[in-house]
């Protein structure tokens, strides 16, 4: 039986704690709240930004001990890059203490290992943990803590945005399998001495909880586990001084460091980690690295997988463990099983869904969205489902067809779910959440939006547009991040000018887009949150494309009009700004002049479409992204066709502003 440790209690010790209100948008109480160790918190906390106030409430109505250790290993991050930064103040680092000391609690309740009492953090605790969070991030920026800084800017961006770890969104692991991978190398391949843990973080934040309670259980423990954030300079990771001077300035002899994370790509993050840790630790045993069923070692030649175990349960099947080798009956069956297919025994056969980017563009060279598909079994390969979305369909058309694209598993994935049924206007209108699924009943009828609002004027257009607007109003109020500093600015027309020189470089010949058109067409600032400084998570670095924008003409005046975005989940997303939306919407449809006024109308807003149409030249840049990282090996067919796209969208922008 566990008990709750009185630390991690904080209000009424269970239930929604009053600091929720009956809505979950309340603020904590005015004034200076005492923190479960005695210290004293951010005086007038804000209200939570809408994804975390829905995560929070998604951890309470779960109430299980896998969804509070999401929540304490999310609230852990977001505190270690606010503590990171300079000028964090002492409580940051006590909370963040205690916060660490409750992930350790709750790996050990996940991983329900023989013998262990864990004391589980209240719901409460975590509440008051993730406020205090937010209060800290939010009080760095009022503060100008990241004007003049970039390592400030870069940690509490990192703090503002909302990170899915890898293994709840492509990279999947479930949580037990890590814990009892960690404590068979413990066993068998390092019997004795101490051990030190660090996660990189994001994905470390979620992962390395279950390496230290492994090493915990086992008495190993050399010093109280932490992360790490390592950022991009220049193409290289470099670790933040403020973080590598807080560790250990000594370790006890043979000691063994592990540094966990996601599964590596490159090695570059690592080889910055472990001569980080070789600085600070000459007198290691040695540095490995740990990942959901592998263990490295790093050398000359790179990673080396050294051990390797399954990162997942095999049973209950899940979707996703249908896809290598694709089962068409298994898959139909579990779908069946839940309701999510016709009982009516018809046969479904399973199509890779190619979408119209493929269809374009071709499919990545040497299939590389397969290769790190689905496992079929136990193997320790990738398992990226986000890469394979596929179709249900029937040989005879009859019955329809159901489309499954992957959104995210865990908490995360749930509270992405929410989000899209919160948005369903924008969706089919039959859909079901499975595995991590968003599946889709075919709509047939639908018509690109673009050209459709480039036909004759009628009020249906305007209701189209007003629909938009409801989508973007939809994406403020569900996925807002926060308040940014409105003097943190970045360089719109830098950064598209780095991806294009790539791209030029990819297409081995020039592009209609040169040093003069950015010159012409992009600032060279642009605030980091917009004209409002608000933050909010963006679908666009996967779903900027004018194909994602779908209309269902009515065929009577007063007919509804049916407007459906996909790929509008946030999961794979990034960090934006309002304006970037509208800039990207105007562009990849090319509004005429009318259409831009019936926008302007329909936004009620002239400041706001103003500032989104200097913006317009970023959608290049989106594009220029997905062409780089979609298209490795483009053949002369394609490459004439990113021209031609990268041509259209320049002269577009070109006569908009």
Not at 251 to 257: A, I, R, S
């Amino acid at each position: 039986m566990r008990t709750t440790d009185e630390r991690f209690t904080y209000g009424d010790g269970g239930g929604t704690p009053a600091f929720l209100g009956t809505d979950g948008g309340a603020p904590p109480p005015s004034g200076v709240t005492p923190s479960p160790d005695g210290a004293a918190a951010p005086p007038a906390a804000p209200v939570l930004p809408p994804l975390h106030r829905a995560f929070l409430e998604h951890i309470v109505r779960d109430g299980g001990p896998e969804a509070r250790y999401a929540c304490a290993c999310f609230v852990e991050q977001i505190l270690a890059d606010t503590a990171a930064c300079r000028a964090a103040p002492a409580a940051a680092h006590a909370l963040l203490d205690e916060v660490r000391r409750a992930c350790l609690a709750l790996a050990a309740a996940v991983a329900d290992a023989p013998g262990q009492e864990a004391s589980v953090p209240s719901a409460a605790f975590l509440q008051h943990a993730m406020a205090s969070a937010v209060a800290q991030t939010a009080a760095l920026w009022r503060a100008g803590a990241a004007r003049d800084d970039a390592t400030a800017e870069a940690l509490l961006r990192h703090a503002t945005d909302w990170k899915t770890p890898e293994c709840y969104a492509y990279d999947l692991a479930d949580l037990s399998p890590v814990h009892g991978q960690a404590t068979t190398w413990l066993r068998e391949t390092v019997p004795h001495g101490p051990v030190f843990v660090v996660g990189v973080r994001t994905g470390g934040s979620y992962l390395a909880p279950l390496w230290a309670a492994a090493v915990a259980a086992r008495g190993r423990q050399a010093a109280a586990w932490t992360t790490l954030r390592p950022l991009r300079r220049a193409g290289r990771a470099e670790l933040v001084p403020t973080e590598t001077d807080r560790l250990p300035r000594a370790l006890p002899p043979g000691t063994t460091v592990v540094a966990v994370d996601d599964q590596p790509d490159t090695g570059n993050t690592a080889r910055a980690v472990r001569d980080a840790l070789r600085r600070r630790f000459p007198a290691a045993r040695d540095i490995v690295f740990a990942s959901p069923g592998r263990v490295y070692h790093l050398d000359e030649d790179g990673l080396r997988p050294v051990v390797e175990t399954s990162p997942v349960r095999t049973a209950p099947p899940r979707l996703w463990q249908s896809l290598a080798p694709a089962d068409a009956d298994r898959l139909t069956a579990r779908a069946r099983a839940h309701g999510v297919l016709p009982a009516d025994g018809t046969p479904y056969r399973h199509v890779p869904f190619r979408g119209p980017f493929h269809e374009r563009y071709g499919p990545p060279a040497g299939s590389a969205a397969d290769a790190d598909g689905a496992a079929a079994g136990p193997g320790p390969r990738r398992i990226s489902p986000r890469n394979r979305p596929f179709s249900l369909v029937t040989d005879s058309g009859e019955g329809g067809a159901y489309h499954f694209r992957f959104a995210g598993t865990g908490p995360h994935g749930a509270g992405c779910a929410q989000v899209l049924d919160a948005l369903g206007e924008f969706l089919p209108p039959v859909r079901h959440h499975l595995d991590g699924y968003l599946v889709t009943a075919h709509e047939p009828g639908l018509l690109p939006l673009g050209p459709a609002l480039s036909g004759p004027s009628g009020p249906w257009r305007r209701r189209a547009l007003d629909a938009v607007v409801r989508y973007w109003r939809g994406l403020e109020a569900l996925g807002g991040l926060g308040e940014v500093d409105r003097a943190v600015v970045h360089d719109p027309r830098d950064r598209l000018d780095g991806a294009l020189r790539r791209l030029r470089d990819r297409l081995d010949g020039p592009l209609p887009v040169d040093g003069a058109w950015l010159g012409r067409h992009l600032p060279r600032r642009a605030e980091l949150g917009g004209i409002r400084g608000r933050l909010l998570r963006t679908s666009l670095p996967y779903s900027h494309q004018g194909w994602h924008w779908r209309v269902k003409v009515p065929a009577g005046a007063h007919e509804p009009v049916a407007v459906r975005r996909f790929g509008l989940d946030w999961v794979w997303g990034g960090v934006g700004s309002l304006e970037s939306e509208i800039a990207s919407f105007v562009v990849e449809n090319r509004l005429d002049g009318a259409c831009l006024d019936e926008l302007r109308a329909a936004l009620a807003d002239d400041a706001l479409l103003d500032a989104a149409l200097d913006l317009a030249g970023e959608a290049l840049w989106w594009n220029v992204k997905s062409w780089l990282r979609r298209c490795p090996a483009p053949d002369a067919a394609a490459a004439r066709r990113i021209r031609e796209d990268l041509d259209t969208l320049a002269r577009y922008v070109a006569d908009v502003r």
